[in-house]
């Protein structure tokens, strides 16, 4: 959140791939008050995020039913838009961060935290064994079903990477694209500025 610009006036936060609602919490925790539009495509997961105290209108929220691969939103309409653990779902990325530079107003800005792929292959894989392991352990624990999170190590196996996405990102035209590792690079914060 400290990442995100100052506010503005007529300024609004869209979140995609909001799933349960962390990060319209989280803005609201740090004292964020623009209108943010929290958007998803699962209908289940926006009304676990009302379970969590974010029920749509209230505090200036609003979860809208929509898919990152067809952004419903107009061009120039956000100041930030925030992605937390989505940006290796979408079918075309590149059309996806086009897409979400052109829902930026000029020097807005788009921040993503998500899983990445680590440079050293043997680390990687015991990202990739931990993740599996963990997430089969949370997925019986908490679903009854040890599959829930498998779909975690599936996606980074067809990720292209922290490197590729800096070039995705130039590529569709943010300016001061930055992608920084966390963790020895299995967390990545991904920023782009709309110039």
Known sequence: MAL???????GRILDLATGTGELPLLARRAGRTEPIVALDRNREML????AKGLRSGQEGVSFVVGDLNSL???????????MGYGLRYPV???ATLTAI?????PGGVFLSLDFGLPDNPWYRRLCFAYLF???????ALLHGHPATYWHIVE?????PGQRALLGMLED????RAVVADRLGGIAVIAMGERG
């Not at 009304?47 to 009302?50: I, L």
């Not at 392991?133 to 997925?139: D, E, K, N, R």
């Not at 996606?155 to 990720?159: K, M």
């Not at 569709?172 to 300016?175: D, T």
């Open 155 to 159: 996606s980074l196996r067809a990720y």
């Open 92 to 94: 075309d990325l590149l």
């Open 47 to 50: 009304k676990r995020a009302g």
């Open 172 to 175: 569709a035209g943010f300016a």
């Open 133 to 139: 392991s963990a997430g089969t352990l949370w997925g």
């Open 72 to 82: 419903p939103v107009a061009e120039n309409a956000f100041d930030a838009v925030l």
């Open 101 to 105: 530079r052109r829902a930026l107003r």
């Open 4 to 10: 995100l610009p100052e506010p503005r006036e007529g």
